[in-house]
């Protein structure tokens, strides 16, 4: 290679440095631009409870500020730690992908902000908290291309486990009835005699127990948090579609049947040791032991999942035959 070869080169390997560069600059200076849309003009519909931003609006949320109660969001802020934790876990991918403008991206990226546009106008935060995640998404599309996007669609569409659904209270007194409805029937089966009032559950012993299933042991925080958790552990763990989606979904059963053990041990405890012990002790812990045992159950599940039966029958069938030595 002579030397105007080598100059040549350079010049191109310079060029290709200068134009990533300015890529990766302009990549920052529209992130900054989206922070300040976000933070400025997310939230326009209780502004002295929650000011003008999006990311304000959605702690304020997750400690459930306004109702000064317990959040069925609480987990919140651990979403876009996780989030964060996948982008860094997938990064070596995310570095190797070849990467270009994409004309898809910047469509993904100008719909992203006329939603948040029409959440600003219509006074809707949480169609803002929606288009922060499609911005999100749309940028890195736009800048880098189909092949940075894929490996970013995980991440992005895990924030919506942060964004508080209104519409998922309306499962609250279903869920409430459901729980109600099995336990008194499992009471029933270990022979606790009990019968159901509504939401009550009522002891037909002398002295027994009389509670009620309300909204905060209904099971919908355990619901969401158990599904946060085992969407995380599914992507991470499946290695096909159809297994993480099977996985995923059996953590709607799991948390269920968690909250209706838990419910079922209040009762047991306070039959053998009184009310008071039962739901001023014990009730307050429970939740902890339940969920432990919905998480090793997740766990076991994604066992099965990736246990290759064929190979473990075909092992148990050559051991069968096998003459005894």
Known sequence: ???????????????????????????????????????????????????????????????????????????????????????????????????????????ILILGLVMQWLAAKSQHPRISAMSLIVVSWGIPYYFFGWRVAKLMIFPAAYLIFCIPLNFLDSITFPLRMLVTMLTTGLLNGLGIMAEQDGTGIHSLAAGGFDFDVADPCSGLKSLLAMTALTAVYAFLTQKTILKQWILFLSAVPLAIVGNIARITTIAIVAEAFGAKIATDIYHDYSGYVVFSIAIGLMVFIGALLNMNFKEKFGLWKQDLISPIS
């Not at 990549?27 to 849309?37: E, H, M, Q, S, W």
């Not at 002295?48 to 306004?66: G, K, M, P, V």
């Open 1 to 107: 290679m002579n030397n105007s070869q080598i100059f040549n080169e350079r010049w191109r390997l310079a060029s290709v440095d200068h134009d990533a560069l300015i890529r990766y600059g302009l990549f920052a200076i529209i992130c900054a631009l989206a922070f300040v849309i976000f933070n400025m003009q997310g939230n326009t519909a209780d502004l002295e409870n929650y000011s003008r931003s999006i990311f304000a609006w959605l702690f304020a949320r997750w400690r459930n500020e306004a109702n000064f109660g317990p959040s069925d969001y609480s987990h919140g802020y651990i979403v876009p730690i996780v989030s964060l934790g996948v982008i860094y876990w997938r990064r070596k991918e995310i570095m190797a992908a070849p990467k270009k403008v994409s004309i898809m991206g910047l469509s």
